[in-house]
């Protein structure tokens, strides 16, 4: 089946400094690919999408390109604050397949300290 | 705010009793999904309802059932709960005609079994 496969955490920055996220994915179909961010105590939130490849999704200076031929699709940011300390995840969903759910990656913590 | 509202946001119960989870979905939104996000489990795809009907099953244990009202609530029904069943319940919900596929998720209801 689909899966989302991302990088581990915890990752513990200092402010300003730059965020790369890896997340790879293997599909059957061609999905539609998501960053989500959760902060301490809150719900999931929509953080960027990509439908289609080389996509650009961005959001709140976080970018993520869609790469068909890596299967990939990295969360960067070229300068964190200590608020976007939270975890992200990765995940895909198959449109062509129906109403289907969203596949989740792991998530990976991120730490920024002042 | 997502639009998504569940209820109730904490729970603490013993072994082997049962509990409701009640979501809300967005006005309009004909999907509802509950995932389960646990420490070592990650976010887990329990189930999804379109319309009213099942339409997707996941990692949802027998234990476990839900359903979707015809005013588009769903509700989620833990039974004989165990120690391991300690979680965040979430719910999201998505439209169907003209989506990019993103959930729209509330805060969540964490459950405690003690």
């Known amino acids: 089946g689909d899966s989302v496969t991302q990088m581990e955490g915890p990752v513990t920055l200092s402010e300003e400094a730059f965020l790369t996220i890896n997340c790879t994915y293997t599909?059957?179909?061609?999905?539609?690919l998501f960053w989500y961010v959760q902060y301490p105590g809150e719900g999931l939130q929509l953080l960027l999408k990509?439908?289609?490849?080389?996509d650009k999704g961005s959001n709140k200076g976080f970018e993520a390109t869609y790469r068909k031929e890596t299967t990939s699709f990295h969360l960067e940011k070229g300068s964190v604050q200590v608020s976007d300390s939270a975890v992200y995840f990765c995940a895909l969903r198959d449109l062509n397949s129906g109403n289907t759910p969203l596949v989740f990656g792991k998530g990976t913590r991120l730490s920024v300290i002042a | 705010d997502s639009g998504v509202t569940q209820t109730p946001k904490h729970l603490i119960t013993a072994t082997g009793q049962r509990v409701t989870l009640r979501c809300s979905p967005r006005s309009g939104d004909l999907s509802v999904y509950w995932y389960q996000q646990s420490l070592d489990q990650g976010l887990q795809f329990l189930i999804q309802?379109?319309?009213?009907?099942?339409?997707a099953k996941g990692n949802i244990l027998e234990r476990f059932s839900a359903q979707q009202f015809p005013d588009l609530h769903s509700e989620l029904n833990l039974s004989s709960l165990e120690l391991g069943d300690s979680a965040l319940y979430f719910c999201?919900?998505?439209?169907?005609?003209?989506?990019?596929?993103?959930?729209?998720f509330g805060e969540g209801s964490r459950l405690t079994v003690l």
């Open positions: 990509a439908t289609k490849a080389d």
């Open positions: 599909a059957t179909g061609y999905p539609s």
């Open positions: 999201a919900s998505s439209r169907t005609s003209g989506s990019t596929g993103e959930l729209f």
């Open positions: 309802y379109y319309n009213g009907e099942e339409r």
